[in-house]
């Protein structure tokens, strides 16, 4: 049973930063490609970013220059650092850990509100 456990959603006003953190398995995160995607109500669930076990990122236009995602290999943890959050940012922020069709895994998501 692959889990991922994600932790770090919650309000936060315009402008604000808020940490995702996601914590998995050795055996999982040493060999994924992990990240994070978010669905807004009523819209589809999307990609915001992802870091391969080899360090390469890759970033949504619409977060490039705002968010960071990082993994601690030591932790086996990914993290979504996000910095000037706009309303338009609020979603739910869901974990994954994908190898292939078959082995691709969700955490249970997390919300994220931006709102003053």
């Known amino acids: 049973q692959v889990q991922l456990v994600e932790s770090g959603g919650g309000l936060v006003q315009p402008g604000g930063s808020l940490r995702l953190s996601c914590a998995t398995s050795?055996?999982?995160?040493?060999?994924?490609?992990m990240g994070w995607y978010r669905q807004a109500p009523g819209k589809q669930r999307e990609l915001v970013a992802t870091?391969?076990?080899?360090?390469?990122?890759n970033y949504a236009n619409s977060v490039k220059g705002r968010f960071t995602i990082s993994r601690d290999n030591a932790k086996n943890t990914v993290y979504l650092q996000m910095n000037s959050l706009k309303p338009e940012d609020t979603a739910v922020y869901y974990c994954?850990?994908?190898?292939?069709?078959?082995?691709?895994?969700w955490g249970q998501g997390t919300q994220v509100t931006v709102s003053s």
């Open positions: 870091v391969t076990n080899g360090g390469t990122t």
């Open positions: 050795r055996d999982i995160f040493s060999i994924y490609v």
């Open positions: 994954n850990a994908y190898y292939s069709r078959i082995s691709n895994y």
